[in-house]
């Protein structure tokens, strides 16, 4: 591995980002559907006991379950089956630079650009709070963890869609595989549990069980690691039942394992590869 | 004599059930350009893919300056040209370039020079999806130069290229040559490759049917030289009953004769004097020699 490498391919890929205006589209996105959450969400919510920017942060946690994921998986799908099909994966592969490399290279520059999206987006949202309302500080860091998940959980789908990508037949097949892994993990996975959840009621398995499957999944990780972190944000999503069976470290600890092990999956299939 | 630059030992590379190399042997020392023909289909890329490592061999064994196909070790000494080369359309030919130039190790600050080697300087901060095909070409020989190669892998290099630029590009590989590196040309182009390489190897259907200097293959090939003889008007019949060859075109007769018969048909013709009008002969050219061994029967 040397870092001047994956430089390199961080680099132009970051060129590339920029202009085939993902960065702009997923910048505007977010903003977009941030603002919507927190004027939607500014009504008086005194009852609750939570500020203005805590109710955003609970929404826009759940908005960024659906919606990180999936432009994570819309950068990450092309970029190899991408290069293989246009011809250009050979001539990158005669030079002395790794797969690996490549993938980190391009895993940089596409989490700098999520990065960035996430920023702007929840920042105006904090911003628009700051100007309407108090802000006290636990929404404050409530914000800032809602930035720094949604990036981790960005970089998860970032490694599953290249694992795709190296996997899949060509770029149709790898967008068709995306589209699947997002519903699977941000839809079809939690419409499981919850079925078999109301089937099972009160027994061993809804107590005991059913938390840590569904930590295994990085969207709920991501949502557990914002709730149980924020008791604020827990009262104002209502979701503090699940994160008070788990121990403190299980949702993190899943969210930060899974962008390891869709990157090394991602690496192997790429391996694989003859251009 | 310096070990060679590349080595091919009995590769072989199976594809379903056909096989596309068949235990091919070859080498190539520093600073030969060798040049590698065959039909269609015959495993000239595939040659290069596996020299490249892209592809596994089934059997034999490849070593590009003593190391394995694909190490990093064979990477940094190798440079390749594609057959039909891509980029993204998106960046510059100068980012491009510059990002080649990185993951080679090189400062990107030479590109602009390399730019300008190939003639890209005006379009250099363009877009590359605004390149013409022959541009595009010449961007991948630009890349092809970054670093210092040992061995050079040119496939199909000067499709798309008008004239002079082809002519440029033999220039850059002649001194590329000049410079050390071995270099491998696939090719379709036999007059080109006839003047400007030093070695001539022949594939068909996977096997490798020919590898030497041209001499050295007119001489085994033992192809006839052809004469055409054009006679005074009237005196065709004549000719062609004297000297036993066709009639073409109304008043000229053409004879094929072996190498070493050729001073004697001479002195046959300048007997039959002011009958013959004009003489002219013509050896074997590369397209005879080409056809020779890739339909010669194995
Ligand atoms: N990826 C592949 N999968 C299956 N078969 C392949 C593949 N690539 C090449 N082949 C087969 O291998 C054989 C050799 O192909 P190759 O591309 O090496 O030919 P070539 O000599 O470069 O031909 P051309 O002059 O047309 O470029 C052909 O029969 C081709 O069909
Ligand atoms: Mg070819």
């Known amino acids: 591995m040397s870092a001047r490498r994956i430089l390199a391919v961080a680099r ?3 060129i590339l980002v920029r202009r085939n205006r993902w960065l702009v589209m997923a910048t505007l996105i977010m903003v977009l559907f941030a603002l919507a959450l927190s004027l939607a969400g500014s009504a008086p919510t005194g009852e609750l006991g939570a500020d203005m920017l805590t109710v955003s942060v609970a929404s826009m946690t759940t908005l960024s379950v659906y919606l990180v994921p999936l432009l994570a998986l819309l950068i990450g799908f092309d970029a190899i089956a991408g290069e293989r099909e246009r011809g250009s994966l050979g001539l990158l592969l005669s030079y002395p630079v790794g797969r690996g490399e490549i993938l980190l290279g391009k895993a940089l520059a596409h989490t700098g650009a999520l990065a960035v999206a996430c920023t702007i987006g929840f920042g105006v949202s904090g911003v628009l709070a700051f100007a309407i309302s108090d802000v006290s500080e636990a929404a404050l860091i409530a914000l800032m963890r809602l930035v720094a998940t949604s990036v981790l959980l960005g970089t998860v789908f970032l490694g599953l869609g290249y694992l795709l990508s190296a996997g899949a037949a060509g770029p149709g097949a790898a967008a068709g595989l995306a589209a699947g892994v997002w519903l699977v993990f941000v839809v079809l996975y939690d419409l499981g549990l919850l079925a078999v959840v109301v089937i099972d009621g009160d027994g061993a ?17 991501f949502r557990l690691w914002n709730i149980a972190a924020s008791d604020t944000v827990a009262i104002a999503s209502g979701m503090g039942g699940a994160a008070d069976a788990l121990p403190r470290w299980a949702a993190p600890a899943s969210l930060i394992s899974w962008p390891v092990i869709a990157f090394l999956a991602a690496r192997a299939a790429f391996r694989r590869i003859e251009p | 004599m310096s070990d060679p630059v590349l080595v091919l030992d009995n590769a072989t590379k199976r594809r379903g059930s056909a096989t596309v190399l068949s235990e091919i ?28 490592g892209l592809t596994r061999l089934d059997a034999g064994r490849i070593t590009v300056c003593g190391a394995a196909p694909g190490s990093a070790a064979a990477r940094a000494d190798v440079a390749y040209l594609p057959e039909a080369v891509a980029f993204h359309g998106a960046l510059t030919g100068r980012e491009q370039l510059a990002f080649f130039a990185r993951l080679a190790g090189e400062a990107p600050k030479r590109c602009g020079t390399l730019l300008d080697q190939v003639g890209l300087a005006a379009a250099a901060d363009r877009r590359i999806a605004t390149y013409s095909k022959g541009m595009r070409q010449r961007l991948g020989l630009a890349q092809a130069l970054l670093g210092r190669p040992r061995l050079v892998l040119l496939d199909e290099p000067t499709s798309g ?20 590196a071995a270099v491998l040309i696939a090719s379709h182009a036999l007059t080109e490759v006839e003047a400007r390489t030093d070695r001539i190897a022949i594939l068909r259907d996977g096997r490798l049917v020919a590898d030497d200097t041209l001499a050295a293959l007119t001489r085994a090939a033992a192809l006839p030289i052809r004469l055409r003889i054009r006679a005074r008007a009237g005196a065709a019949e004549r000719v062609a009953e004297a000297l036993g060859g066709t009639r073409v075109n109304g008043a000229s007769v053409e004879l094929c004769c072996p190498a070493d018969e050729k001073m004697a048909a001479l002195a046959r013709i300048t007997g039959l004097g002011v009958a013959v009008e004009d003489l002219e002969v013509t050896p074997p050219g590369l397209e005879d020699l080409y056809r020779y061994y890739s339909k010669e029967a194995v």
């Open chain 2, 161 to 180: 290229l008008d004239p002079v630029s082809r002519f440029d590009l033999y220039r850059i590989i002649d001194g590329m040559a000049a410079a050390g």
């Open chain 2, 25 to 52: 042997s070859l080498d190539l020392t520093a600073g030969t350009r060798l040049a590698l023909l065959g039909h269609n289909g015959a495993g000239k890329s595939t040659l290069i893919k596996a020299v490249l």
């Open chain 1, 12 to 14: 132009a890929e970051a």
């Open chain 1, 205 to 221: 398995f809804s107590r005991h069980v059913f938390p840590w499957v569904m930590t295994a999944n990085p969207a709920d990780a």
